[in-house]
Nanobody, 117 residues
Framework: QGPLVESGGGLAQSGGSLRLSCAAS????????MGWFRQGSGERRELVAD???????NYADSAKGRFTISRDNAKNTVYLQMNSLKSEDTDVYYC???????????WGQGIQVIVSP
C-alpha cells in the first residue's frame, strides 16, 4: 500500500452526492499540492481538481460549480465533495500528491465512482 489511500467512492444516483477522501501517510503533507484525477477505460487520466498547501484551488470545467476540493493539513487528508452528480461522472478517481519543490509525486490506488442515470 502506498502513501495515499482513497475512500468514499461507490454508487450514487444522478443528482446525488459523494465525498471522496484521500489520507496521506509518510508524507510531509503540507509540502504537497493534492489533486483528484479521473480515468475511464482506455482514456487518459485527467485532472478534476487540485489544491495547493495554502488552499488555492483549480477545477476542470466539468467540475466547476458542482465539486469542491478541500484539505485538512492537520489530518493529512484531502477531500472531494461531489454534488449534483451526473452519469458522465462515472469513472475511477485517483488521488495525487505532487511535491511543490522537488520532483516527487504519488498516486493512490484509485476508487470507483458510479453514477446511475
Amino acid at each position: 500500500q502506498g502513501p495515499l489511500v482513497e475512500s468514499g467512492g461507490g454508487l450514487a444516483q444522478s443528482g446525488g452526492s459523494l465525498r471522496l477522501s484521500c489520507a496521506a501517510s509518510s508524507l510531509e503533507f503540507s509540502y504537497y499540492t493534492m489533486g483528484w484525477f479521473r480515468q475511464g477505460s482506455g482514456e487518459r487520466r485527467e485532472l478534476v481538481a487540485d489544491i495547493t498547501y495554502d488552499g488555492r484551488t483549480n477545477y476542470a470545467d466539468s467540475a466547476k460549480g458542482r465539486f469542491t476540493i478541500s484539505r485538512d493539513n492537520a489530518k493529512n487528508t484531502v477531500y472531494l465533495q461531489m454534488n449534483s452528480l451526473k452519469s458522465e461522472d462515472t469513472d475511477v478517481y485517483y488521488c495525487n500528491a505532487i511535491h511543490q519543490l522537488e520532483s516527487r509525486y504519488f498516486w493512490g490506488q484509485g476508487i470507483q465512482v458510479i453514477v446511475s442515470p
